[in-house]
């Protein structure tokens, strides 16, 4: 019996030396490579772990044939417990060979959970957001998946003004942003082989009138790498505060008219 244990333990420490020596070597995609270590692994211990309670019910000489015999009566009755068990394993081999997502992928899972992939089972699926928080989710609960690993992403960020604002200073404005976003952040823009960006920093337009009655709204737009994303949100929206600031253009908020006896006032602040 301490035998099998012990031996049992060796073969789950083996395993691991000998799945990271053969992943260690591998080349291109590592976040793929690193998605097809975990499975492997998490397949191995399942296996390691019946042989071993098979080999320990041999030891005590419990004879195992009648309970491979009866294994149809009994599978169709665990089966209907088991159905969730499976469905998750199911679904997960699905989300490998079907390359949705890879270890070290940031996703987001059903509208509800975002953050980075850290291990991809066969029953489940680890998350940790970026607050730190780490989320078990079984395989057959992942819905939809929004990758944010795959290929380029597009940063989107629009502004309001107001109605009264001139057009062409706010379009020279924006077009000041984009020249500065540029050239500060030129490496963290997608390129194309001549060198020549992808998608530059730019002006898309001006995507709606009259948004939440607050004025018009202008959208700038730049195609970057996935792990900058986010920060370039957040730089698009402080270049554009500081220049704005610096023009002496108002950003949009609601307001109300009020009609009284002398005409119509506004009534700021309000909505």
């Given at each position: 019996m301490?035998i099998i244990?012990?031996?049992t333990y060796?073969?789950?420490k083996?395993?691991?030396?000998?799945?990271?020596?053969?992943?260690?070597?591998?080349?291109?995609d590592?976040?793929?490579?690193?998605?097809?270590?975990?499975?492997?692994?998490?397949?191995?211990?399942?296996?390691?772990?019946?042989?071993?309670?098979?080999?320990?019910l041999?030891?005590?000489?419990?004879?195992?044939?009648p309970?491979?015999?009866?294994?149809?009566?009994?599978?169709l009755?665990?089966?209907f417990g088991?159905?969730?068990?499976?469905?998750?394993?199911?679904?997960?081999?699905?989300?490998?060979?079907?390359?949705?997502?890879?270890?070290?992928?940031?996703?987001?899972?059903?509208?509800?959970?975002a953050?980075?992939?850290?291990e991809?089972?066969?029953?489940?699926?680890?998350?940790?957001e970026w607050?730190g928080?780490?989320?078990?989710?079984?395989?057959?609960?992942?819905?939809?998946v929004?990758?944010?690993?795959?290929?380029?992403?597009?940063?989107?960020v629009?502004?309001?003004?107001?109605?009264?604002?001139?057009?062409?200073?706010?379009?020279g404005?924006?077009?000041?942003?984009?020249r500065?976003?540029?050239?500060e952040?030129?490496?963290k823009?997608?390129?194309?082989?001549?060198?020549?960006?992808?998608?530059?920093?730019q002006?898309?337009?001006?995507?709606?009138?009259?948004?939440?009655?607050?004025?018009?709204?202008?959208?700038?737009?730049?195609v970057?790498?996935?792990?900058?994303?986010?920060?370039?949100?957040r730089?698009f929206?402080r270049?554009?505060?500081?220049?704005?600031?610096?023009?002496?253009?108002?950003?949009?908020?609601?307001?109300?008219n009020?009609k009284?006896?002398?005409?119509?006032?506004?009534?700021?602040?309000s909505?």
């Amino acid at each position: 019996m301490g035998i099998i244990l012990f031996i049992t333990y060796l073969l789950l420490k083996l395993r691991v030396a000998l799945v990271n020596k053969i992943f260690d070597r591998a080349t291109g995609d590592l976040n793929k490579a690193n998605t097809l270590k975990t499975l492997l692994l998490s397949g191995t211990r399942y296996v390691i772990y019946i042989v071993a309670v098979l080999t320990m019910l041999a030891v005590f000489e419990i004879n195992i044939t009648p309970m491979l015999a009866s294994a149809g009566i009994v599978g169709l009755a665990v089966g209907f417990g088991a159905q969730n068990l499976v469905k998750d394993i199911i679904t997960g081999f699905f989300i490998m060979f079907e390359d949705q997502f890879h270890v070290g992928d940031f996703i987001e899972v059903n509208d509800q959970v975002a953050g980075t992939v850290e291990e991809l089972g066969l029953r489940l699926t680890t998350i940790r957001e970026w607050s730190g928080k780490k989320f078990y989710i079984a395989n057959s609960e992942i819905k939809t998946v929004r990758n944010y690993n795959r290929g380029h992403l597009r940063t989107v960020v629009s502004v309001a003004v107001p109605f009264e604002e001139n057009l062409q200073r706010v379009f020279g404005t924006l077009e000041r942003v984009c020249r500065h976003i540029t050239g500060e952040h030129a490496d963290k823009l997608i390129k194309q082989e001549n060198g020549s960006f992808v998608e530059p920093p730019q002006i898309y337009g001006i995507t709606d009138i009259n948004k939440d009655e607050r004025g018009v709204v202008f959208t700038v737009i730049a195609v970057v790498e996935p792990a900058y994303y986010w920060f370039l949100e957040r730089e698009f929206r402080r270049v554009i505060l500081e220049y704005f600031q610096d023009a002496g253009i108002a950003l949009a908020y609601p307001q109300i008219n009020i009609k009284t006896a002398r005409g119509f006032e506004p009534a700021v602040g309000s909505s």
